[in-house]
């Protein structure tokens, strides 16, 4: 008996004293602030749930002392991972969305516009996502009529268990469940700018879904800038099977001649890209690094990239759209 106090006596004080926890994010409110990015300062980094919930332990990451999270609409914060709160308040910054993406609708009829995605059954031609990098997508508008975004077609491209097999689209797929956030950006000077919204824009693919992932963002309304516009695709996490982002490494430790290297983990699916389209408007960022600076997907911009060697430089993504037919 006496023993087994002494047990839970111990383990009780590894709980009070250990290093890990979560850390929630709210705002001035009180509301959580949901998707907030948690830069190491490294290049690496992690993202809170949708209850503006991370976990930090120095088990995983004994080489951060500091962190520095963001989230749209809300000011930067630096802090020493010593003793990190329970709670963090980030104090919000005013509203800089442009009047454009809120204004009502013309009366009038609308017919639908689409663009069909471009996607492929090849597992060699395809983009590997870790959380490190976003991914956009530019789509220019070609007339002035109003438009409203109706849904994104997402191709992605799912893996067998069995990789000799993996041809036969009858065979058990390899299992997964990715939590990704979609958003959208304006055009400023032909990259990706400031936010069309800040609504949290999330989706989840697991191996049943099929080639095209349709995810419907009517209720949003989001209305196309005369000038075009993007739309990106993040990967957050896996996530557990009720949707919450699961609190995993997102990087493996491979040792090599120069020391200990950090390796992003690689996430599925797969996202499909191709050499079929000529414009050039596909953009990537690495979201810890450089302030998440933007470049184009080309060789000139990058010159470590497989599928750019196979003349592999654009994402597919597809939309559908209303069309309003009047002017306001």
């Known amino acids: 008996m006496l023993k087994k106090q002494i047990t839970i006596l111990l383990l009780l004080v590894v709980s009070l004293f250990s290093p890990a926890q979560n850390t929630t994010l709210i705002s001035e409110n009180q509301d959580p602030i949901s998707y907030a990015t948690i830069s190491f ?24 002392d500091s962190i520095h999270i963001s989230a749209l609409g809300y000011k930067k914060v630096s802090l020493s991972t010593e003793n990190l709160p329970s709670t963090i308040v980030l104090e919000s910054k005013v509203n800089t969305l442009q009047e454009i993406i809120i204004r009502g609708l013309p009366k009038g009829k609308f017919k639908i516009e689409t663009l069909k995605p471009t996607t492929h059954d090849d597992y060699f031609k395809c983009w590997l996502p870790t959380i490190e990098s976003e991914i956009a997508v530019f789509f220019p508008n070609e007339s002035e009529h109003i438009k409203r975004l109706k849904t994104i077609e997402i191709p992605i491209k799912v893996e067998a268990k069995n990789w000799e097999k993996r041809k036969q689209k009858t065979k058990e797929k390899r299992p997964f469940s990715t ?19 800040y609504d949290k824009i ?6 049943a879904n099929e080639a095209i992932y349709e995810l419907e963002v009517l209720d949003h309304n989001l209305i196309i800038p005369k000038e075009g516009f993007f739309i990106s695709l993040q990967v957050l996490g896996y996530t557990d099977n009720n949707g919450k982002l699961l609190p995993n490494k997102k990087y493996q430790e491979v ?11 690689t996430f599925r699916p797969l996202l499909p ?42 994402y597919g993504l597809g939309y559908t759209m209303e069309v309003y037919k009047t002017k306001e």
């Open 179 to 197: 939590l990704f956030k979609v958003n959208f950006y304006e055009n400023n000077n032909g990259y990706p700018g400031e936010v069309l919204t």
């Open 255 to 265: 040792k090599t001649k120069r020391g200990l290297v950090k390796v992003s983990t």
């Open 273 to 314: 890209f191709t050499g079929d389209i000529l414009e050039k408007r596909t953009f990537v960022k690495r979201v810890f690094l450089n302030d998440g600076a933007w470049v184009l997907y080309d060789k000139e911009a990058i010159d470590n990239s497989n599928l750019l060697k196979a003349g592999l430089n654009n």
């Open 41 to 64: 300062g490294n290049g690496n980094g992690l993202f809170a749930d949708d209850a503006g919930q991370f976990y930090f332990t120095k088990k995983l990451y004994s080489d951060i």
């Open 202 to 207: 999330t989706f989840i693919a697991t191996e």
